[in-house]
């Protein structure tokens, strides 16, 4: 299977590699913009945004068509300027969304999202509508707008027009990230400091909004118009599961995105042919690439929301399965030395089943405990049963101190009855060191000999 | 659990005996209209094996209409009157599957709205399209290329639209990422993921891709006798599970945590919720289309906000706003077959939003401005009555009492004494004298203006209400004398009668001669001219 898809890819040609260069462009432009509506918790204002532009492109041609009519512009222009009214049609009418929105928000009372949802839906209906007004004069195909057609980046020669469009609002948005970081940075996590400090956080909001239509428009093009949504907000989520810092961040979101769109259109070429031919159907040809870069942008979201180092799924899952080790490992510790304390253990040895039926969590993890314990060299299996090292009398003795310190310090400064004192005593000793203790034995002074309950508490060392 | 009671309660009972009531009133002219829908469709039927090569030939009045089919015209007035009239047997079927999916899609909106997820049934529509396009590969490889089951492309489409919802709950469960961001990329995948299955299916020789297009972006003209049935089943369903679950949903809308607290199974109501709102969404999805479904879940409950602050009231105005959006919508694209109906019912329900936004009586615009207009007559009189109590309170007095209302009738003044009572612009002080005159508080004479009986009376009042308010402040709440006024100022024209007596009460000790008091701080005109 891998040497058919390796066979499939050999014939990876100029086009190939002018289709991933324009959707690597158009999704790394993307991106930038994406950080921050991610950051401010907008991201469907970008799903908004993308819808809203059918509209504005479709008026700015309907413009366009009738500034020609006028004579005031050139009737075959073509290529830059028209970009440019379309870039600028989405602009307006993005900025008027977002303005509506919020206007429906404040003085009508709406909730957030559902006056997003009702410009948007609304805004999207007209645009349809246009389409159909404006179809023989605009030249747009709707399937077109909603599917995008990155395919046709690789026909003919040289650079292709949407990955030289998507090139420089890439280029525009990092030199504008580049120029307002500190703005953006302080207007995205704290807009009520941002005020106070200065900054315009309203204006940056219409801004980001405006760059944010601008550069779906030069986008969708090429990838669609929902497909966009994807490409605007996973890579800068995949982003921000690996990173904390704003500046990886985009950094981490642009590698994302750029390898998001060489992995999609890799699936949208190899993975119908190899499924399909499976399945009986031998005629197929390659699926909609822009489909697949956001399939793949979704994948590598996955990945990341599993396997990051320290906000992944598995990595959190994991960090918390080994401090409930170490727990259950310092509960056996503890019991043993409180089983010998108490002179209840024959020979210092006591037996497995005890300690499991003793101990709080499950047969494994109990298991698992004593192993690493015998492995550190703090247990002992004897004949008789398990039995404290001095290494792991040293540790047991710590931990049993820290209880008991724990335990007499909140009956001193907190009124609560004794048979409260232990639960929490239970989950403090694990993360009282030998500096805290110390501490804690300082501020007992006297009274650091005995808890409450008449125990003793055992010194830091082996007085014996 | 034990708490999960499905006892119809007060509210509920009379929504129930409403459907069946409603769906016994329809039955008879509905068989009737049946039968000749039936015998319709045999036509077609019989029309369609016939010319099978040239299905897509454009109709009138139903059928495909391809986005890029530019022709349109303004309907004629035979158009509008067979249109209107419903003499066409199948835009009133239309017009009844959508009223129906309108109703319930309105219902199932307001919960949604009232939980603040709005935005979901976006996601739920996007998303159900890789399942559609599995469930059209499964149907394929069962029977290739017969037409394909609609039912069995619901279910695919149900499936991963519940599948999104999934994917979105866990990204926001387990992961740092906010909500907006796991629609977002939910929304964008799936949908990625489903277009390029289509594109595939589209390279399927033997494919009959019949019917796939009309998810994306709807037909409701090409309804058909299953498809009715369909819709008044969802409703059904969706009227019923909301009818019987209206106090877990209005609770859990309201006050999750309270209703966790109270022991209802909050999970279990929000999952209802989602998949009623799946429900909605694919078998409304062949009306306006995948994309725009969620304007039927968003619009007619939004709408219905401005009119009502109760639950129940604004779940009835949902369900008949949705009917109406989407009814009305269904009768103007009959009189433009050449457009989608999707847009214009969606269009319809914007109308119906901004009506609503404008007009609405509870939380409308114009409500709200109308209040706010009357407040500020009501405080502009108070202050120019006070201020006329001011500038003549000095001379009317007898022998340290009060002014009495007869007193104040007699003398009269210049409008610029008024003037430096207080900051406001000549033109402002005109108006309101005029107005005041209007209501006969003030009659002017010669430039110069004087109380009437009953300006008399409402000036002491406005002066007495402001100066209590001022002692009140200064003797309970530790205010200095020197900034009581301000304080007074915006709180004199709300006081109520009984919070009056009360302060009345309050401040009888201190001041026996509690007529008018004298003004605790010294009164000079407020800084000169403006």
């Keep these: ?464 | 659990m034990s708490r999960f009671r499905l006892a119809i309660r007060a509210p509920a009972a009379p929504c129930a005996a409403a459907i069946v009531f409603c769906l016994l009133l329809l039955a008879s002219p509905l068989r009737a209209a049946g039968e000749k829908f039936a015998a319709r469709q045999g036509e077609l039927a019989v029309a369609a094996q016939n010319d099978a090569p040239q299905r897509h030939v454009p109709r009138r009045d139903a059928d495909h209409h391809s986005l890029t089919d530019t022709r349109w015209q303004w309907p004629t007035w035979d158009d509008f009157v067979s249109v209107v009239s419903l003499r066409n047997v199948n835009t009133l079927w239309v017009l009844l599957g959508t009223t129906i999916l309108g109703v319930s899609a309105g219902v199932v909106g307001v919960f949604m709205l009232l939980r603040k997820r709005s935005l979901a049934g976006d996601v739920v529509g996007h998303a159900s399209l890789p399942g559609i396009a599995v469930a059209f590969l499964v149907c394929e490889a069962i029977s290739p290329g017969a037409e394909k089951s609609l039912p069995a492309l619901l279910v695919g489409a149900a499936v991963s639209g519940l599948a999104g919802v999934l994917c979105m709950a866990g990204i926001r469960r387990l992961t740092r990422i906010k909500e907006d961001a796991a629609l977002a990329i939910v929304l964008g995948t799936f949908f990625g993921l489903g277009i390029a299955l289509f594109t595939v299916l589209q390279s399927i020789p033997s494919g009959n891709q019949a019917g796939l297009d009309k998810f994306i972006f709807g037909n409701a003209a090409s309804m058909l006798g299953g498809d009715l049935w369909l819709l008044a089943i969802t409703a059904l369903v969706v009227l019923l599970s909301c009818a019987l679950l209206f106090k877990e949903l209005s609770l859990v809308c309201f006050d999750e945590d309270f209703a966790a607290v109270q022991g209802w199974p909050t999970f279990l109501v929000d999952t209802v919720l989602m998949g009623l709102v799946v429900l909605v969404a694919e078998v409304g999805a062949q009306t306006v289309g995948l994309i725009l479904v969620v304007a039927l879940l968003i619009v007619p409950a939004a709408a219905a906000r401005f009119w009502t602050q109760r639950v129940l009231v604004m779940t009835l105005l949902g369900a008949a706003l949705g009917g109406l959006s989407t009814g009305l919508g269904t009768i103007l694209s009959a009189l433009f077959p050449n457009f989608s109906a999707g847009p214009i019912i969606v269009l319809t329900g914007g109308a119906i939003f901004a009506v609503s936004l404008v007009f609405g009586a509870r939380r409308g615009m114009a409500w709200r401005l109308i209040t706010l207009i009357q407040m500020r007559n009501r405080v502009g009189r108070h202050d120019l009555l006070r201020a006329f109590y001011e500038a003549l309170e000095k001379s009317s007095a007898r022998n340290g009492k009060p002014a009495a209302a007869a007193a104040l009738t007699e003398r009269s003044i210049g409008l610029d004494d008024l003037l430096v009572r207080r900051r406001w612009s000549p033109p402002r002080l005109r108006r309101l004298v005029a107005a005041a005159r209007r209501q006969g508080l003030v009659v002017v004479d010669q430039k110069q203006l004087r109380l009437t009986e009953a300006g008399a009376a409402a000036a002491r009042r406005a002066a007495r209400n402001h100066r209590m308010w001022e002692l009140f402040l200064i003797q309970h709440a530790d205010v200095a004398p020197g900034r009581v006024d301000r304080y007074a100022d915006q709180i004199e024209h709300v006081l109520e009668p009984d919070v009056v007596r009360e302060l009345e009460d309050l401040l009888a000790r201190g001041y026996p001669e509690l007529a008018v008091p004298a003004s605790p701080h010294a009164l000079e005109p407020a800084g000169g001219k403006p």
């Design chain 1, 1 to 464: 299977m891998i040497r058919e898809a390796l066979d499939i890819l050999a014939g990876w040609s100029a086009i190939d590699l002018w289709i991933v260069v324009t959707g690597a462009l158009a999704a790394m432009a993307c991106a930038v913009p994406g950080c921050f509506l991610l950051l401010r918790r907008q991201s469907m204002m970008g799903d908004a945004l993308s819808h809203t532009s059918l509209l504005g492109v479709v008026l700015a041609f309907l413009a366009a068509d009738k500034l020609a009519d006028l004579g005031w512009l050139a009737p075959a222009a073509k290529g830059g300027v028209h970009h440019a009214i379309m870039v600028a049609g989405a602009m307006v009418v993005g900025l008027l969304a977002a303005i509506l929105t919020e206007w429906i928000q404040k003085r009508g009372r709406v909730e957030a999202s559902a006056a997003l949802g009702v410009v948007f839906t609304i805004f999207f209906a007209l645009g349809l509508l246009l389409v159909r007004v404006a179809a023989d004069k605009a030249h747009i195909d709707p399937d077109c707008v909603l599917y995008g057609t990155v395919e046709s980046a690789g026909i003919g020669d040289g650079v292709p027009e949407p990955a030289l469009v998507n090139g420089i609002v890439l280029l525009v948005n990092l030199a504008l990230v580049f120029l307002f970081f500190k703005e953006l940075r302080i207007s995205a996590f704290d807009p009520g400091l941002a005020t106070a400090l200065g900054v315009n956080a309203r204006a940056m909001h219409y801004a980001l909004m405006a760059v944010t239509a601008a550069t779906l428009v030069a986008a969708y093009e090429s990838v669609g118009v929902i497909v966009v949504v994807a490409m605007l907000i996973a890579p800068p989520a995949t982003a921000h599961l690996l990173t904390d810092r704003l500046g990886r961040m985009i950094l981490i979101s642009l590698v994302v995105a750029a390898v998001g769109a060489l992995l999609g259109h890799a699936m949208a070429v190899v993975l119908p042919r190899i499924v399909f031919a499976r399945l009986g159907y031998t005629t197929v040809g390659s699926a909609s690439s822009a489909g697949m870069m956001a399939v793949a942008s979704g994948l590598l979201f996955g990945a990341a929301a599993l396997f990051a180092p320290r906000h992944g799924v598995l990595s959190k899952s994991l960090a918390q399965w080994r401090l409930g080790l170490k727990i259950a490992a310092e509960d056996l510790l503890g019991l043993l030395y409180r089983l010998e304390e108490h002179g209840l253990s024959a020979h210092g040895a006591a037996a497995p089943d005890l300690l499991q039926r003793a101990l709080p969590v499950g047969r494994l993890t109990a298991a698992l405990a004593s192993w690493t314990l015998r492995r550190n060299g703090s247990l002992l299996v004897t004949a008789g049963g398990y039995r404290l090292t001095d290494k792991g009398r040293m540790a047991a003795r710590g931990l049993v101190r820290g209880h008991r310190l724990w335990e007499s310090y909140l009956a001193k400064h907190f009124p609560l009855p004794p048979d409260h004192l232990h639960a929490s005593a239970e989950m403090a000793e694990h993360y009282l060191g030998a500096q805290l203790r110390q501490e804690l034995a300082g501020e007992l002074a006297e009274t650091a000999k005995v808890d409450p309950h008449g125990r003793s508490i055992p010194g830091e060392k082996d007085k014996a």
